[in-house]
C-alpha cells in the first residue's frame, strides 16, 4: 500500500521542472497572434513591430481619396475606367506620373489627365418638370430654345441632362454632373422605370393593350410597354403607360403603330422621383435621400 503512495511522490516531484521548461505563456502569446493575422488584423500586428522599432505610427488624413474615386467624382469616367487610365500613365500628381491603383490624393494636390488639370465638382442633381416647346440638348445650332436654358441658374457646375424628352413632350428630366449616375439611369440593364400620361386622338381599343404589352415591330426592333391601363377618372383616350425602353420617341413611336396620333405626353414618373410639388417649367434639387434611393434603387 506505501509503494504506490511514494511513486507518485515521486512523479510529482519530478513534474515539477518539467512545468518551468514548457513555458505555456509562450506559447499561448503565439497563438493569440496567429488568431489576429487570421481576422485579417495585421495591420495592427505591423503597427505593433513598428513602434517597437521606433518608428512612429502612421497617420490618417481623411481628405485624402483615392485617386481612381477622385476622377469618377469629376466626371472623367467610371471607378474602373479610372484604374485603367491611371495603369496606362496618363495621369500625374503635382507632375508626377502615378500608376498606383490604391493611391490617394490630398486636397492640395494638383491631378491632370492627358495634361488637362481636373478639378473635382460638388455633385448636383437637379430636376425639372419640363414645358412643351424646349429640346433637350446642350446648344441648338438652329437657335432653338433649349432645356439648358430652364435649369441655367440651378448651380455654378455643369449639369447635363439625363436621357432625353422630344420638343413637344413634358414632365420629368433629371440633369446632373455624376456621370456615374447618369450612366447607370440610361443603361438597359438597370430598367430604369418611367411611366407617362398620354393622351390620344381617340379610344383606345382594349385589344391594343395587348399588342403593347407583349411587343410591337418597329423600324429598329420590337418594343414592348411593362404595363398599360386606362387614366382613372378620365376619358377613354387616355392612359398611363411604364416603360422602361431608352429608346428614342419610343411611346410615340409605338401608339403610332398601332394607328393613333399622341396629342399630349406627359412623363409623371422617372425611377423613384415624381412631379409631386413640381409645377411645369420649375426645377428644384433632389434631397439626400431621394439621391440616396437612386443609388440603392435596382429599377434605376
Not at 144 to 165: D, F, H, N, Q, W
Request: charged letters at 35%.
Amino acid at each position: 500500500m506505501n509503494t504506490p503512495k511514494t511513486s507518485k511522490r515521486g512523479v510529482k516531484r519530478n513534474e515539477k521542472p518539467t512545468r518551468k521548461t514548457t513555458a505555456k505563456p509562450t506559447s499561448e502569446k503565439k497563438t493569440d497572434t496567429k488568431e489576429v493575422s487570421a481576422r485579417d488584423k495585421r495591420k495592427y500586428i505591423d503597427y505593433k513591430i513598428k513602434v517597437k522599432k521606433g518608428d512612429p505610427l502612421p497617420s490618417f488624413n481623411e481628405d485624402a481619396i483615392r485617386l481612381n474615386k477622385f476622377l469618377a467624382n469629376a466626371g472623367i469616367c467610371s471607378r474602373r475606367e479610372a484604374d485603367v487610365l491611371i495603369a496606362t500613365g496618363v495621369v500625374t500628381i503635382n507632375g508626377v506620373t502615378i500608376t498606383e491603383l490604391g493611391y490617394k490624393i490630398k486636397p492640395e494636390d494638383v491631378v491632370q489627365y492627358d495634361g488637362e488639370t481636373i478639378n473635382a465638382e460638388k455633385k448636383r442633381y437637379v430636376l425639372l418638370n419640363k414645358p412643351k416647346g424646349f429640346i433637350t440638348t446642350m446648344e441648338d445650332p438652329r437657335g432653338r430654345k433649349t432645356v439648358m436654358t430652364l435649369v441655367s441658374k440651378a448651380c455654378k457646375e455643369r449639369i447635363y441632362p439625363v436621357g432625353r424628352l422630344d420638343r413637344e413632350t413634358t414632365g420629368l428630366l433629371l440633369f446632373t454632373n455624376d456621370g456615374d449616375m447618369a450612366k447607370k439611369l440610361t443603361h438597359p440593364r438597370y430598367q430604369s422605370k418611367k411611366l407617362y400620361h398620354v393622351e390620344l386622338n381617340k379610344s383606345v381599343n382594349k385589344a391594343d393593350f395587348d399588342k403593347l404589352l407583349k411587343g410591337v415591330d418597329l423600324e429598329d426592333g420590337r418594343s414592348k410597354v411593362d404595363q398599360v391601363s386606362f387614366v382613372t377618372d378620365a376619358s377613354s383616350k387616355e392612359v398611363g403607360v411604364e416603360i422602361h425602353s431608352g429608346k428614342n420617341r419610343i411611346v410615340r413611336r409605338l401608339f403610332e403603330a398601332l394607328g393613333y396620333e399622341v396629342i399630349k405626353l406627359d412623363r409623371v414618373q422617372f425611377s423613384t422621383l415624381t412631379k409631386k410639388d413640381l409645377p411645369r417649367g420649375m426645377y428644384r434639387h433632389l434631397t439626400e435621400q431621394e439621391v440616396s434611393f437612386l443609388k440603392m434603387s435596382k429599377s434605376l
